[in-house]
T-cell receptor
Framework: LAKITQPISMDSYEGQEVNITCSHN???????ITWYQQFPSQGPRFIIQ???TKVTNEVASLFIPADRKSSTLSLPRVSLSDTAVYYC??????????FGTGTKLQVIP | DTGVSQDPRHKITKRGQNVTFRCDPI?????LYWYRQTLGQGPEFLTY????????KSRLLSDRFSAERPKGSFSTLEIQRTEQGDSAMYLC?????????????FGEGSWLTVV
């Protein structure tokens, strides 16, 4: 399994763009990169998934450089409701996902 | 709502009692997972099924834990002779194996408190 490193916590003011970078140096060829968001006492919620380059959906963008050894989740114009824990996961299609401790994002008014 | 459904959402039980949680996955998903999460930690994998077959079990799943998925649809997780250390949120998730990326969708969790 890929070893994943992401910051333990981040603070941001409302309205700012937040970028959370995840390091996964030993990512395998078949691995996808997936980000989940989790609020207290709720199950993780799928945010975005990508394999390479850039993926964008209605809530976030995911930037993956050519070597795929890292990825960056970008949240545009965060609000207080974006305060949550964000998990970066790496794995292939037929594998269970393994969570780390995630990044606790605190949005400040 | 066609997401992953878990029941009950909360359960308080006395030490030594048995508890059972139920999970109804997204209907077309053939894979079902159970995770456990304690405060401040990420979810820990317990076990997963492909259809009705239990393909992998974590070492976290002691003999007191048993999971079933009898018809490849809903699943149950039973904990026998509960201990205080079993207090946690039990998460069920499902996915469709065969799609690229294997996106896993989680339910809202079942909170267990053992007193």
């Amino acid at each position: 399994l890929a070893k994943i490193t992401q910051p333990i916590s981040m603070d941001s003011y409302e309205g700012q763009e937040v970028n959370i970078t995840c390091s996964h140096n030993n990512i395998a060829t078949n691995d996808y990169i997936t980000w989940y968001q989790q609020f207290p006492s709720q199950g993780p919620r799928f945010i975005i998934q990508g394999y390479k380059t850039k993926v964008t959906n209605e809530v976030a963008s995911l930037f993956i450089p050519a070597d795929r050894k890292s990825s960056t989740l970008s949240l545009p114009r965060v609000s207080l409701s974006d305060t949550a824990v964000y998990y970066c996961l790496v794995g292939e299609g037929y594998q269970k996902v393994t969570f780390g401790t995630g990044t606790k994002l605190q949005v400040i008014p | 709502d066609t997401g992953v459904s878990q029941d009950p959402r909360h359960k308080i039980t006395k030490r030594g009692q048995n508890v059972t949680f139920r999970c109804d996955p997204i209907s077309e998903h053939n894979r079902l997972y159970w995770y456990r999460q304690t405060l401040g930690q990420g979810p820990e994998f317990l076990t997963y099924f492909q259809n009705e077959a239990q393909l992998e079990k974590s070492r976290l799943l002691s003999d007191r834990f048993s999971a079933e998925r009898p018809k490849g649809s809903f699943s149950t997780l039973e904990i026998q002779r509960t201990e205080q250390g079993d207090s946690a949120m039990y998460l069920c998730a499902s996915s469709f194996a065969g799609s690229s990326g294997n996106t896993i969708y989680f339910g809202e969790g079942s909170w267990l408190t053992v007193v």
